[in-house]
């Protein structure tokens, strides 16, 4: 370790004003301070929340996501050989998910902070750490099959788009990392949906569908067919819990989130006010679902059921606690997470062609966070001058 | 005319040039982006429109510009509207006359240019104080200013969303072939707008002065 504090502190002036690389400044910072703490501290103002800066947060973000990469991993190979009907050793799982995540994972990174630097650069900004959970995010939220090239579309637009244009990391309207799950949703469907993705190198004769496209195809399904469908793809809770289910990459396994939602809860980072009311949400609608009854989906998926399946936990513990596109306010954070759910729910079962919800539900109220956060204030700012009123 | 002025000065072609750059209709006075959403997913109806709104902006400015000393100010809009209207339904007659494909295409927009801001904007800011060549100048530069970037985004909508230019394949199937895929996402509306303000972002970070505080 030393030896690299002394590695650097060496070339440091090559990289300062007058010095050989100073064009790059902004680029040799950006590792420098990822490997160590800078010593420097804001000269203006105070506004000192914690001792941890912006790029600690993020490694502790990205701690959190390790259980669900790794199960994303375990998962893709389990799903393979399941699906070619062959039994195979634990480390050859592990290693056919590895090889089929990691080049998914390089190029999130590769290009995001390639574009993140260039930009910096070209500005003469620091570069921004935002970038190190994005580029972990991204590959959690593709399906396993995702052809690399419109991998690296959907992260440079996320990036370019998503972010970059509004000024960089904390400026961002919308979550960068659903920004690009969106883009390719949208714009490459074939890829995205349907039951062939979600498993790599799957067998034909292998349904590959998730139980959320099952979940969808019982709104037409009535009776006898209805119940059937449920039993045989739906009824299995405990695997949806564990994650043993095709589905996205990281959003598959419960277990898993929760493990990450408790490290970002102990540490402070990730609002448990949002993760808690984006699930009280959901099991909100859920339970008026079950309540109507109108088709075979509202009666036989009961509520809590939707809060394990697809990538509702997944969205509720690592999306929509953001802190930058989320609501600030206290009160702001509850409603937030709460029509997150709700509306993830609403969409998944009453719109057919969005089976998975959570991603629009999620940037919807994006948008709609700054509004919340206003009147939330606003409501704040009247009672408490009603107050004055009621004293004076 | 006492004071002859060369029918070409420096004022009048500036007239012409300046909406295609610094005094461009879409991306400096953000009017007319409604069609430049609707008609941009193929460059085909994109060009349609584009002459078809430099007919009727031309065509008006002329005609208010020739009227103008009579039109009452109180009633000018309505007047406006009326010459406006005439002028957009005898394009469009044409249009289902002679390129009946194209203008089910483009369907109720060549009816809607009555209501693009542009033409309205144009009329009123312009000939109604003005000359008719100047005024016909003016047109004929705003409408080109709005048709360039309506080119430009239909060329890339067009390009990245359906393989094809003017209709023609331009991706070769070898590349679909390895795995290439259009991107479903520029055919849809919401992009278009992406697309025009990528192109206000890169007009204005090439000219500084176009930023205001």
Same mark, same amino acid.
């Given at each position: 370790?030393?030896?690299?504090?002394?590695?650097?502190?060496?070339?440091?002036?090559?990289?300062?004003?007058?010095?050989?690389?100073?064009?790059?400044?902004?680029?040799?910072?950006?590792?420098?301070?990822?490997?160590?703490?800078?010593?420097?501290?804001?000269?203006?103002?105070?506004?000192?929340?914690?001792?941890?800066?912006?790029?600690?947060?993020?490694?502790?973000?990205?701690?959190?996501?390790?259980?669900?990469?790794?199960?994303?991993?375990?998962?893709?190979?389990?799903?393979?050989?399941?699906?070619?009907?062959?039994?195979?050793?634990?480390?050859?799982?592990?290693?056919?998910?590895?090889?089929?995540?990691?080049?998914?994972?390089?190029?999130?990174?590769?290009?995001?902070?390639?574009?993140?630097?260039?930009?910096?650069?070209?500005?003469?900004?620091?570069?921004?750490?935002?970038?190190?959970?994005?580029?972990?995010?991204?590959?959690?939220?593709?399906?396993?099959?995702?052809?690399?090239?419109?991998?690296?579309?959907s992260t440079a637009f996320a990036v370019v788009i998503g972010k970059e244009v509004f000024g960089g990391t904390g400026m961002n309207i919308w979550n960068p990392a659903l920004v690009a799950r969106a883009f390719f949703f949208f714009a490459y469907p074939s890829k995205m949906s349907g039951d062939i993705v979600w498993i790599a190198d799957k067998a034909d004769s292998f349904s590959g569908a998730t139980p959320?496209?099952?979940?969808?195809?019982?709104?037409?399904?009535?009776?006898?067919?209805?119940?059937?469908?449920?039993?045989?793809?739906?009824?299995?809770?405990?695997?949806?819990?564990?994650?043993?289910?095709?589905?996205?990459?990281?959003?598959?396994?419960?277990?898993?989130?929760?493990?990450?939602?408790?490290?970002?809860?102990?540490?402070?980072?990730?609002?448990?006010?949002?993760?808690?009311?984006?699930?009280?949400?959901?099991?909100?609608?859920?339970?008026?679902?079950?309540?109507?009854?109108?088709?075979?989906?509202?009666?036989?998926?009961?509520?809590?059921?939707?809060?394990?399946?697809?990538?509702?936990?997944?969205?509720?513990?690592?999306?929509?606690?953001?802190?930058?596109?989320?609501?600030?306010?206290?009160?702001?954070?509850?409603?937030?997470?709460?029509?997150?759910?709700?509306?993830?729910?609403?969409?998944?079962?009453?719109?057919?062609?969005?089976?998975?919800?959570?991603?629009?539900?999620?940037?919807?109220?994006?948008?709609?966070?700054?509004?919340?956060?206003?009147?939330?204030?606003?409501?704040?700012?009247?009672?408490?001058?009603?107050?004055?009123?009621?004293?004076? | 005319?006492?004071?002859?002025?060369?029918?070409?000065?420096?004022?009048?072609?500036?007239?012409?040039?300046?909406?295609?750059?610094?005094?461009?209709?879409?991306?400096?006075?953000?009017?007319?982006?409604?069609?430049?959403?609707?008609?941009?997913?193929?460059?085909?109806?994109?060009?349609?429109?584009?002459?078809?709104?430099?007919?009727?902006?031309?065509?008006?400015?002329?005609?208010?510009?020739?009227?103008?000393?009579? #039109?009452?100010?109180?009633?000018?809009?309505?007047?406006? +509207? *009326? /010459? @406006? $209207?005439?002028?957009?339904? !005898?394009?469009?007659?044409?249009?289902?006359?002679?390129?009946?494909?194209?203008?089910?295409?483009?369907?109720?927009?060549?009816?809607?240019?009555?209501?693009?801001?542009?033409?309205?904007?144009?009329?009123?800011?312009?000939?109604?104080?003005?000359?008719?060549?100047?005024?016909?100048?003016?047109? #004929?530069?705003?409408?080109?200013?709005?048709?360039?970037? +309506? *080119? /430009? @985004? $239909?060329?890339?909508?067009? !390009?990245?969303?359906?393989?094809?230019?003017?209709?023609?394949?331009?991706?070769?199937?070898?590349?679909?072939?390895?795995?290439?895929?259009?991107?479903?996402?520029?055919?849809?509306?919401?992009?278009?707008?992406?697309?025009?303000?990528?192109?206000?972002?890169?007009?204005?970070?090439?000219?500084?002065?176009?930023?205001?505080?």
């Amino acid at each position: 370790m030393k030896a690299l504090r002394k590695f650097l502190d060496k070339k440091k002036p090559l990289f300062q004003k007058g010095g050989k690389f100073a064009k790059l400044q902004s680029s040799f910072e950006a590792f420098e301070t990822f490997l160590y703490v800078p010593n420097i501290t804001s000269h203006s103002g105070t506004h000192i929340k914690d001792a941890i800066d912006l790029k600690r947060t993020m490694s502790v973000v990205v701690l959190a996501l390790i259980p669900a990469l790794l199960f994303g991993i375990y998962n893709t190979g389990y799903q393979h050989f399941l699906s070619l009907g062959q039994t195979a050793e634990f480390m050859d799982i592990c290693i056919y998910g590895l090889i089929e995540i990691l080049p998914i994972i390089v190029v999130s990174y590769v290009v995001g902070l390639g574009i993140e630097f260039a930009f910096a650069q070209m500005r003469g900004h620091q570069v921004n750490e935002g970038f190190l959970v994005s580029g972990m995010l991204i590959p959690l939220i593709m399906p396993v099959g995702a052809p690399l090239w419109m991998v690296a579309v959907s992260t440079a637009f996320a990036v370019v788009i998503g972010k970059e244009v509004f000024g960089g990391t904390g400026m961002n309207i919308w979550n960068p990392a659903l920004v690009a799950r969106a883009f390719f949703f949208f714009a490459y469907p074939s890829k995205m949906s349907g039951d062939i993705v979600w498993i790599a190198d799957k067998a034909d004769s292998f349904s590959g569908a998730t139980p959320l496209a099952h979940a969808a195809s019982l709104v037409d399904a009535t009776g006898e067919t209805a119940t059937s469908i449920y039993t045989q793809h739906l009824s299995d809770v405990w695997n949806q819990f564990v994650g043993l289910i095709p589905g996205s990459i990281g959003e598959t396994s419960t277990i898993a989130i929760l493990i990450g939602a408790v490290i970002l809860i102990a540490s402070g980072i990730g609002s448990w006010k949002i993760m808690a009311s984006v699930f009280v949400g959901g099991y909100t609608m859920g339970a008026i679902f079950n309540l109507v009854g109108a088709n075979a989906y509202m009666e036989l998926i009961p509520a809590w059921q939707h809060l394990i399946m697809g990538g509702f936990a997944f969205g509720a513990v690592f999306m929509a606690t953001d802190p930058v596109s989320a609501a600030q306010t206290a009160r702001g954070k509850i409603i937030y997470g709460f029509l997150i759910g709700f509306l993830a729910v609403l969409i998944r079962v009453m719109n057919a062609g969005f089976p998975e919800a959570m991603m629009l539900a999620i940037l919807l109220m994006n948008t709609f966070a700054p509004l919340i956060d206003h009147y939330v204030i606003q409501g704040n700012v009247k009672r408490r001058l009603k107050r004055v009123k009621v004293n004076a | 005319m006492s004071d002859k002025e060369p029918l070409f000065s420096a004022k009048n072609r500036k007239l012409l040039t300046n909406p295609l750059g610094t005094d461009n209709p879409i991306t400096i006075q953000v009017l007319g982006i409604c069609s430049a959403l609707a008609v941009t997913a193929k460059l085909e109806p994109a060009v349609v429109l584009t002459i078809s709104v430099m007919a009727v902006l031309a065509l008006a400015n002329v005609i208010v510009s020739l009227l103008r000393n009579t #039109i009452p100010s109180r009633i000018r809009i309505i007047v406006q +509207l *009326v /010459i @406006v $209207a005439a002028l957009v339904i !005898l394009v469009d007659q044409i249009l289902k006359a002679f390129a009946y494909e194209v203008s089910k295409q483009l369907s109720v927009f060549v009816g809607l240019i009555i209501t693009n801001c542009i033409i309205m904007g144009r009329l009123e800011a312009f000939a109604l104080g003005n000359k008719p060549w100047p005024a016909f100048l003016d047109g #004929i530069g705003n409408a080109a200013g709005y048709g360039i970037i +309506l *080119v /430009i @985004v $239909a060329f890339f909508r067009e !390009l990245l969303g359906s393989g094809t230019l003017y209709g023609f394949q331009i991706i070769p199937q070898a590349f679909y072939d390895m795995g290439y895929e259009n991107n479903g996402l520029m055919i849809l509306p919401p992009m278009a707008l992406v697309v025009v303000g990528i192109i206000i972002w890169v007009q204005r970070s090439r000219d500084k002065s176009l930023i205001e505080n």
